[in-house]
């Protein structure tokens, strides 16, 4: 059984949001509706275990064309984007939760709990089982 994360992923959601907004304030035009929209889809756990491409279909563009369309918008590729998104989610998994590596690994759609661990290694700067002893919630 899942615990209830509606309101700790409405939080989520919205801190992300925020960061958005903070993010399109340093352009002189604001992001295109269909950029917000896409956006706010690929900012929900639902989504985590689709790939890039499958993303593609949130929106009428090719791959190559999204990829090239979010770079210009966001300053980062939708892959570093899309990861960084996944791996947010783990750690508060992480933290607030005794769900197994392996079930969190899944949860943001990896296979490979080894990959996993080396991802959230390189952006968190300790493992998984390191960082949940050192930021377990009470």
Avoid at 18 to 28: C, G, P, R
Avoid at 34 to 62: G, Q, R
Avoid at 98 to 103: E, F, G, N, P
């Amino acid at each position: 059984d899942k615990p209830d994360f509606s309101i700790s992923v409405k939080f989520f959601l919205l801190s992300i949001l925020s960061v958005l907004h903070d993010k399109t304030s340093e352009f002189a035009t604001p992001l295109p509706g269909w950029l917000t929209d896409f956006l706010l889809k690929i900012n929900n756990p639902a989504t985590y275990k689709l790939t890039v491409n499958e993303l593609c279909e949130y929106t009428f563009y090719s791959h190559s064309h999204l990829c090239k369309l979010f770079k210009q918008y966001m300053g980062v590729s939708l892959t570093h984007y899309f990861t960084q998104l996944k791996l947010n989610y783990a750690a508060y998994l992480l933290r607030g939760t005794d769900y197994s590596i392996s079930y969190i690994t899944g949860e943001i759609g990896l296979d490979n709990q080894g990959y996993f661990s080396g991802l959230f290694k390189k952006s968190f700067r300790e493992t998984p089982l390191s960082y949940r002893k050192n930021n377990k919630s009470v």
